[in-house]
Nanobody, 115 residues
Framework: ELKLVESGGGLVQPGGSLRLSCAAS????????MAWVRQAPGKGLEWVAD????????YYPDSVKGRFTISRDNAKSTLDLQLNSLKTEDTAMYYC????????RGQGTQVTVSS
């Protein structure tokens, strides 16, 4: 059974940083591209980063480019997201997913950016 478990969220001040992690199991992690998506209160799912299966290429929307960094460790079946220069509008539930659409995702980890 495919399982994705996110961790690392929390409360941080604007300008601060957080590192999210996702532990994957139940499938051949190293063969699949992976993504992070988020959902702010009252809004739909938003793609924030994805990475190729090998980890050699990464992609970001303009809203987070230069501030967020996605990475993976295929030996450990883990996916990370480094969040820097956080803004209040980054407040959301963050999910690890097997695609940009977020159709298959974990339970999420909450990131709250507030002073």
């Amino acid at each position: 059974e495919l399982k994705l478990v996110e961790s690392g969220g929390g409360l941080v001040q604007p300008g601060g940083s957080l590192r999210l992690s996702c532990a994957a199991s139940g499938f051949r992690f190293g063969l699949y591209p992976m993504a992070w998506v988020r959902q702010a209160p009252g809004k739909g799912l938003e793609w924030v980063a994805d990475i190729t299966a090998s980890g050699t290429k990464t992609y970001y929307p303009d809203s987070v480019k230069g501030r967020f960094t996605i990475s993976r460790d295929n030996a450990k079946s883990t996916l990370d997201l480094q969040l820097n220069s956080l803004k209040t509008e980054d407040t959301a539930m963050y999910y690890c997913s097997t695609s940009r659409t977020g159709t298959t995702r974990g339970q999420g980890t909450q990131v709250t950016v507030s002073s």
